[in-house]
């Protein structure tokens, strides 16, 4: 089993910054990407970015690139979401997520790829 535990978020104003960070203990081994989705009220969950633990293939959405940036220390097993330049529909609730070595794979941003999941942290970017 793997606990994921999300830290950071909060609120700024747009154009400001944040990051976020999750740490993963248990079975670490087993986990093949680590990713971060949001959800917004009403939305379905999304993925925003995913790096894979072996290789450091990172992933993004087309709605971050260039203003998110994951990154993922394998030593501790902990993973960072930096978001500059944020905007208002970046708002949402954040979760790490982790994909294990059994499952079906859907692609990186499909949740349902994903079998392990942290407690989420609010996200809020003010216009």
Same mark, same amino acid.
């Given at each position: 089993?793997?606990? &994921?535990?999300?830290?950071?978020g909060g609120s700024v104003e747009a154009g400001g910054s944040l990051r976020l960070s999750?740490? #993963?203990? %248990? ?12 959800? #917004? ?7 925003? #970015? ?5 290789? %450091?293939?990172? @992933? ?14 394998? %030593?501790?097993?902990?993973?960072? &979401? ?9 708002? $949402?609730? @954040?979760?790490? #997520? $982790? ?7 859907? %692609?990186?941003?499909?949740?349902? /790829?994903? $079998?392990?999941?942290?407690? $989420?942290?609010?996200?809020?970017? /003010? /216009?």
């Amino acid at each position: 089993q793997v606990q &994921l535990v999300e830290s950071g978020g909060g609120s700024v104003e747009a154009g400001g910054s944040l990051r976020l960070s999750c740490a #993963a203990s %248990g079975a670490i081994i087993d986990i093949l990407y680590m990713g971060w989705f949001r959800q #917004a009220p009403g939305k379905e969950r999304e993925g925003v #970015a995913a790096v894979a633990t072996k290789g %450091g293939t990172m @992933y993004y959405a087309d709605s971050v690139k260039g203003r998110f940036s994951i990154s993922r220390d394998n %030593g501790d097993y902990t993973m960072d &979401l930096q978001m500059n330049s944020l905007k208002p529909e970046d708002t $949402g609730t @954040y979760y790490c #997520a $982790g994909v294990g070595r059994t499952g079906e794979w859907f %692609g990186w941003k499909d949740a349902r /790829s994903f $079998g392990y999941w942290g407690q $989420g942290t609010q996200v809020t970017v /003010s /216009s």
